[in-house]
T-cell receptor, first 116, second 112 residues
Framework: AQTVTQSQPEMSVQEAETVTLSCTYD???????LFWYKQPPSRQMILVIR??????QNATENRFSVNFQKAAKSFSLKISDSQLGDAAMYFC?????????????FGEGTQLTVNP | DSGVTQTPKHLITATGQRVTLRCSPR?????VYWYQQSLDQGLQFLIQ???????AKGNILERFSAQQFPDLHSELNLSSLELGDSALYFC???????????FGPGTRLLVL
């Protein structure tokens, strides 16, 4: 079974600075997807970014980018020019592309605080 | 707004009772997923339906059941409720089995 680990329960960053959230995963599969979801105080789960394992190029979405290291099974999220609205719980998630089911396996989450 | 709707937003009930949570997927999405978020268990996958058929089961209790109807909306039924069932229940949808999942706002269930 796949597992996802986020070793940083809490992180903080100054507004306009850059922060990196860590995620590692364990799988024996070669084809899969990785995601970062954001959960603000409203508790809504919002997709931040997605990475296909077969793509070597790291995904980027505006101020959000990932560092995907397939061999190391590492998938970190970098937030540049942090804004107050980035404060939220961030979840890393794994989804197999090989099995018939498409469940997401989530990490424990990292609570990000943005200081003005 | 993800386009996924869930009702009700909040639900307070007593132990031993039965409740039904409803989810309407995004227009055109065929897959519906149910997840439970609790303080002690984190975010857990419960069950997936694709175009009316059950496709995958996770850590779903026998007291829980779900179905997806011909119009693609889905219902999660929770029975013989226990205090430990208090959680935030999310529905997510995707077009196919391999597409990105978009989450609804969730239903907060409190069992007293």
């Amino acid at each position: 079974a796949q597992t996802v680990t986020q070793s940083q329960p809490e992180m903080s960053v100054q507004e306009a600075e850059t922060v990196t959230l860590s995620c590692t995963y364990d799988t024996s599969e070669s084809d899969y997807y990785l995601f970062w979801y954001k959960q603000p105080p409203s508790r809504q789960m919002i997709l931040v970014i997605r990475q296909e394992a077969y793509k070597q190029q790291n995904a980027t979405e505006n101020r959000f980018s990932v560092n995907f290291q397939k061999a190391a099974k590492s998938f970190s999220l970098k937030i540049s020019d942090s804004q107050l609205g980035d404060a939220a719980m961030y979840f890393c998630a794994y989804r197999s592309a090989e099995t018939s089911g498409s469940r997401l396996t989530f990490g424990e989450g990292t609570q990000l605080t943005v200081n003005p | 707004d993800s386009g996924v709707t869930q009702t009700p937003k909040h639900l307070i009930t007593a132990t031993g009772q039965r409740v039904t949570l409803r989810c309407s997927p995004r227009s055109g999405d065929l897959s519906v997923y149910w997840y439970q978020q609790s303080l002690d268990q984190g975010l857990q996958f419960l069950i997936q339906y694709y175009n009316g058929e059950e496709r995958a089961k996770g850590n779903i209790l026998e007291r829980f059941s779900a179905q997806q109807f011909p119009d693609l909306h889905s219902e999660l039924n929770l029975s013989s409720l226990e205090l430990g069932d208090s959680a935030l229940y999310f529905c997510a949808s995707s077009f196919g089995r391999q597409e990105t999942q978009y989450f609804g706002p969730g239903t907060r269930l409190l069992v007293l």
